[in-house]
Structures are given as structure tokens and as C-alpha cells.
């Protein structure tokens, strides 16, 4: 009896035919000429240097542009202010797409705020109302605390206060100005000693989608505006002298409803200050870039070639008939056919995706593109994860094989079973909802490990599959693909002799 190394130096002599190492070789440069067709076709269109999202204290991109009412706060003081109204303007939003209309998406904010200077990206803490979600406190643009689902009229106001003592912020909201409720406290490392504090508005823009293919959806986003007016406005702490500075943090007034109607900015009159802005503080969104998995565009080719060469693997290699060729299918063979067909697969996905993937990105960053960073460790499970997404899938696919005994057969399975959704959900070509259940349910989960955007709460974006969102984070979509193989393998397993002698009565012939 051969012994389990023998076994699988046999299944790897026989495996490194030409062919199978021409079609392997294929699916690598398949990954590669197609990220780098996409990362050389891709180019920015700016008008001088293409601008570039701010980063946050932890070095991430973020998004931060608002109006600004503000004025010097020490190391130790508060603002306190009484918010009378909140209001906004939605340019041409559906159904009609045919007139401006008053309103304020979910996440539009005004409130107050604690921040680091007027720098984009430098440390904050604010406390807001919203279109939709009551009253929340956000800081650092990563973290958000719920207050109450308050709204906010001339008939019931809301109060707001943000203490500061050193790095800590503190934020409390009232309905009367006496009886106040804690929202949350937030740990600013590094904050300065003088601070900007004051009345801030800012508004994202509205997300609509629009219907393609069989139910699939394309975003569109329209220009939004919010605006707060607060009262009774104290300031305790900071110097007496001085009145409220207006001034907008990144880029606005350029859109022709600010120009003519209502621009951005902090008015004040009486003792009300009324601020008006657009933007948003918190996470950055694509903003125009791309997550640098998109090189990977060549995948789902590779994919089909890898599902072939491990299903033609166990199909034509071995027959019941000794004029096959081939020693018997047992289970020991088939157990170092599926590390054979695993380990050449890694193999190759590591080299296509280790070496598209950085120099994708490098292409795309030489044109202008605005690409978010990718740390080291989010690489490497990137480049690590694909290759062991595509190892299972062989594996799957092999198994496949053993058990329908049928070239033909197998590989229509493997292809709607794998190859299929992943590819029909990386389009906006069926309903969100759809393309999200094949990527929870099918083998095809197990890609969501290229998957490097985050979804936040807090951000608004089209978090669906043709947009780059898996439904399952990465690990759990590997483990739902490696069930699938595990599952398949085992049952062709049994379905196998453990030695090379079998029943007569059992012959069925491998096509």
C-alpha cells in the first residue's frame, strides 16, 4: 500500500501536466492585465491637483466640512445654547426630479461643537440634532452616542451644553434649560488649550437610487443644505470680548443655490445666530475614489478557470475502467487530489492577487485617483484571504466532481453555484436585497474577504454589493464557503472505497 506521501507526490506528478499549469498560469494573468486595464483606464479630472479627503486623528480619511460660528475656548469652559429651529432645502429629489423642496435628509446635523482649531481632520466633539435620528453626540468622526429621538420647533426648543475640562468633553441636552440628561463623554487625545467652540450646520447630500437591469439600483446624490438657529447662546470660560466668527471648514458657496438663494455661513442678529451649511463630519464615503479590491476585476474569470482545472482534475484523470489510466478513485486519492488542487490554487491567487493588487493601486495613485489607504495588515488579509477564497472554491469544485462523477455536470454546478453570484452580484443588476442573500447563502460568500470598505451607521452610502459591501464580514463569508467544501468533500468521501478494491457490481463510467 502506497503511503500518504507517495499518494500525494503521485497526485502532484500528475497534476503538473501542461495544460493545467497553462490554465492556472492563465487565471493568474487574467487577474493581473485586467486590474492593470482597470487601474490605466481609470483617471482624474480635476482642474489642477485633485483635492484629497481630509485624514482624522487615527490617520483614516474622513469627511469634514460644515458652517461655523466659533470663538476661542480654554482648557477648562463651556457653550451652552437654546436651538429654536432646524431646517433644510433638497434639490430636484424624486419621484420627479423637477423641483427644489424643503426638507432635511436623516443625517443632516446642526448643534454645537468642540473642535481642535478649524483644520480639517483636527480632533472634535458635537453635540446635534438631526433630520432623523434625534439628538446624537459625535466625536473623533468615528464614534456616535445616541441622546433622545427629540426633534426641535419654535414650540419646543432644545437645549444643548458641552462642558470641556482639559481632554474631555462632556455633552448634555435639556428640553427646559434646567433639568439636563447626560448624552455621553468623549476622550480627545491631544487637544489643544485654546479650542474653537460654537454653532456648526452641515448637511450630506441626499442618496437616491436608480432602477437597472432586473432590479439593480445605481446611486445618485443630490445637493442638500441644513440650518440651525440657536438662542440664549453662553459661552463660559472664554474671554468676554469678541463677537462669533463665520467661517466655513472645507469648500462651499459654490453651487448655484447657495450662490443665489441661500448661502453658507453664520449669520447673526439680536442674540440669535442662525447657521446654514453642507457637508458632513464624520467617516469618509468612496467621495469619488475607489476601494482598491476594484483592480481586482479579473477575478471572477479566474475563478471559472480554477473551477474547470479542479473538476477535469478528478473527471478525466481517474475511470472505474483500468484502461483509464489511473490507480482507482479511494478516498486517500481524492484527499491528496483536494491538497494538490487547494495548494496550487493558493498558490497562484497569492501571486495574481500579491502582485495586482499593489500595483493597481500604484497605477491609480500615479492618475490622480483618490484611493483610501490600505493598511499593511488589511492588505495582507486581502492578498491571503482571495487566495485561500479561491483554494476552497477549487476544492468545492473538485468535490464536486467525485460526487456527480461527470465533467459536465460538476462544473455547471460549480459555476451557479460560485462563480455565478459572485459575479452577477458585482454589478447593479439584481435587487439589493437579492444579491445580498446570495452572498450570505451560497459558496460566493466566502469572497467578501477582498472587501476593505467599512459601513458605518452614521455615514450615508449605498451599502450594497455592487458598491463593494458584502453582507457578511470576511471571516464569516470564508467560513461559509469552507462549509460548503468540508460538506461536499465528506459526502464524496463516503461515497468512496478506502482501498483500491471495489464490488464489481459497482461500475459507473468518469466522463
Excluded at 122 to 137: D, E, F, K, N, W
Excluded at 293 to 304: K, P
Excluded at 394 to 403: F, K, S, T, Y
Aim: with cysteine; proline share 7%; net charge neutral.
Amino acid at each position: 500500500m502506497l503511503t500518504t506521501h507517495e499518494i500525494l507526490r503521485q497526485e502532484w506528478t500528475r497534476f503538473r501536466r501542461p495544460g493545467r499549469l497553462i490554465a492556472l498560469t492563465v487565471a493568474a494573468l487574467a487577474v493581473l492585465a485586467a486590474g492593470l486595464l482597470y487601474a490605466f483606464g481609470n483617471h482624474a479630472s480635476c482642474d489642477g491637483p485633485c483635492p484629497t479627503d481630509a485624514t482624522g486623528p487615527n490617520g483614516s480619511p474622513v469627511s469634514d466640512r460644515f458652517a461655523f460660528a466659533h470663538r476661542d475656548l480654554p482648557a477648562n469652559g463651556s457653550i451652552t445654547v437654546r436651538m429654536t429651529s432646524m431646517t433644510g432645502t433638497i434639490t430636484y429629489p424624486p419621484p420627479h426630479h423637477d423641483e427644489i423642496v424643503p426638507g432635511l435628509v436623516p443625517w443632516a446635523k446642526a448643534g454645537i461643537i468642540i473642535k481642535d482649531g478649524v483644520r480639517q481632520g483636527s480632533p472634535y466633539a458635537a453635540l446635534m440634532l438631526t433630520g432623523g435620528h434625534g439628538v446624537r453626540m459625535q466625536y473623533d468622526y468615528r464614534h456616535d452616542i445616541a441622546g433622545s429621538d427629540s426633534q426641535v420647533s419654535g414650540q419646543f426648543p432644545r437645549w444643548l451644553r458641552l462642558t470641556r475640562s482639559g481632554e474631555t468633553v462632556t455633552g448634555y441636552e435639556s428640553a427646559d434649560g434646567e433639568r439636563w440628561a447626560k448624552v455621553g463623554t468623549a476622550k480627545l487625545s491631544g487637544l489643544s488649550g485654546t479650542v474653537q467652540a460654537g454653532m456648526f450646520a452641515t448637511s450630506p447630500g441626499d442618496l437616491t437610487l436608480r432602477n437597472l437591469g432586473l432590479g439593480g439600483s445605481a446611486e445618485e446624490v443630490r445637493f442638500t443644505q441644513a440650518a440651525g438657529t440657536f438662542d440664549h447662546i453662553g459661552l463660559e470660560g472664554a474671554a468676554a470680548a469678541g463677537g462669533w466668527k463665520s467661517e466655513t471648514v472645507g469648500t462651499m458657496n459654490s453651487t448655484d443655490w447657495e450662490k443665489h438663494h441661500k448661502a453658507s455661513g453664520a449669520v447673526e442678529e439680536g442674540g440669535t445666530v442662525t447657521v446654514a451649511g453642507t457637508g458632513d463630519i464624520g467617516p469618509s464615503a468612496e467621495d469619488g475614489g475607489a476601494p482598491v479590491e476594484r483592480t481586482l476585476v479579473g477575478l471572477a474569470l479566474a475563478l471559472l478557470v480554477v473551477l474547470v482545472v479542479a473538476v477535469r482534475f478528478v473527471t478525466s484523470e481517474h475511470r472505474r475502467e483500468p484502461a483509464g489510466g489511473g490507480p482507482p478513485l479511494t478516498r486517500r486519492v481524492l484527499l491528496a487530489k483536494a491538497i494538490v488542487v487547494g495548494a496550487a490554487t493558493f498558490v497562484t491567487g497569492i501571486l495574481a492577487v500579491g502582485i495586482t493588487l499593489p500595483t493597481g493601486t500604484a497605477v491609480l495613485k500615479a492618475n490622480g485617483m483618490p484611493l483610501p489607504e490600505l493598511p499593511l495588515l488589511t492588505g495582507v488579509r486581502v492578498v491571503v484571504g482571495v487566495a485561500a477564497a479561491l483554494a476552497l472554491a477549487a476544492v468545492l469544485a473538485l468535490a464536486l466532481g467525485a460526487l456527480l462523477r461527470g465533467a459536465r455536470r460538476a462544473i455547471l454546478v460549480a459555476v451557479v453555484a460560485i462563480a455565478l453570484p459572485y459575479t452577477v452580484t458585482a454589478v447593479p443588476l439584481l435587487p439589493d436585497g437579492l444579491a445580498q442573500w446570495l452572498l450570505r447563502i451560497t459558496p460566493a460568500a466566502g469572497f467578501a474577504v477582498q472587501q476593505t470598505l467599512t459601513e458605518y451607521p452614521q455615514v450615508i452610502a449605498h451599502y450594497a454589493p455592487s458598491a463593494g459591501y458584502f453582507p457578511l464580514p470576511w471571516w464569516a463569508g470564508l467560513a461559509v464557503l469552507g462549509a460548503y467544501a468540508v460538506t461536499t468533500l465528506t459526502l464524496a468521501l463516503n461515497r468512496l472505497p478506502s482501498t483500491g478494491q471495489r464490488p464489481e457490481a459497482r461500475p459507473t463510467a468518469w466522463r
